[in-house]
């Protein structure tokens, strides 16, 4: 019998997203930009990664679509904004817990910092 | 450069429209603006060309999966035919002209003294690709009107038909490529040769009669379908699964397949009406748990 935890591990496009949404509301542009910036620029997303991503979040209910109004940053169109959930935000706890444990794993294993024992 | 970005717009757009129904509606708006975010970001930078290709064949990739998904999900596919019901009307009517005319054709002599190697070449034509991809289209605009109610028969029998439509397109090319070799090589008298009888005749035999079974299953499963979500009207489920059942084991008893050939025109009409007066689901019958169907 399959067991499903109440927060499966994210994949790093709904991951990075959640990450960027929890700062504030955001629009698609908005969010591609954050993830770019929060990655220091190692992660970027085409918009059919992005939107894929965000159709299976608002199914799960990790986000929601916000109101559409206009970016004071940039025209004066209006965009529609995303934000994250309460299970969104639980979920995002619950990787960042697992990045926190795999982190303190490999400090114990003098791993981290340094990578690899041939790199010593 | 404005022109340049408007027909990078106006293509960008229509890409969109390739995404399933559900998803356009959802976030096609947010797509397009997003679009043009980027493309306003773009135009301070180098590198435009690198740009639009790598959007597109990002956005291409995600249609392609939004697609599989909607397939792999069983989720009713309410996507890419703008217009489903012209499209169950058109496919209604290539059907039952292909399901009528290519036997004729081959049967009676009149035509074919008519119209010589034409009029088989017309058979071939109608009952290959026409046939195939009459059947296909309508199958996939059924599953769209009716899939919700019993997604995984429904997908179970698009499949069939898939494989229905294959099958007769591989026969249509056959017989065409067989006659062709014998019309350029008459020096060979190829028809004298029992053995190239033999083996053309159980090939074509053989390869129709896997294509009435497929179709057997694709009609079997839409009026199973039909008939538990009460999606279509129980007389037309009922010739689903006649038609079904007898073209199931045309491959053993092909005198069954003059049967087939006509409820297969009889449902074709019938439903490309239904198809067409729309919404079969609404003038039906009453609430249906759907957990207790497909989904169980």
Known sequence: ?120 | MIYEQEIVQKLYRKLLTLYPQRFKEQLGESMEQTFDDLYKEQQTKPGWFRFILWVFIDTAVGIVREHVLSITEGEAMKNTLAYPRHAALISAIVLAVAFIVAPMIYLFGNLRDTFGPLAYDLADFLYGPVWAAGLVTMVFVLRERIGERAPRRMSLALLAAALAAGAMVAVACIRSANRHYHLIHPELHLEESATVLIVWTTLVAGVTGAGWHFLGWALVLIGSAGWTSRCLPRLLSGLYLVAGASALFVYRLPELEGNVVMLGMVISIWQGILLWKGKPEETQAPEINTSQLDQA
């Open chain 1, 1 to 120: 019998m399959a067991i499903t935890s109440p927060n499966p591990p994210l994949t790093p496009a709904v991951f990075h997203i959640l990450l960027a949404l929890s700062g504030g509301e955001r629009h698609g542009y908005g969010i591609m930009k954050q993830v770019e910036a929060d990655s220091q620029g190692k992660v970027t997303m085409g918009p059919g990664t992005l939107y894929g991503s965000l159709k299976r979040m608002l199914d799960a209910g990790l986000v929601k679509e916000s109101d559409k109004r206009i970016d004071p940053e940039m025209d004066d169109e209006r965009r529609i904004y995303y934000q994250i959930t309460g299970v969104g935000a639980e979920s995002l706890a619950a990787e960042l817990e697992r990045y926190r444990h795999i982190v303190s794993i490999a400090q114990q294993r003098k791993l981290y910092p340094k990578t690899f024992a041939y790199d010593l």
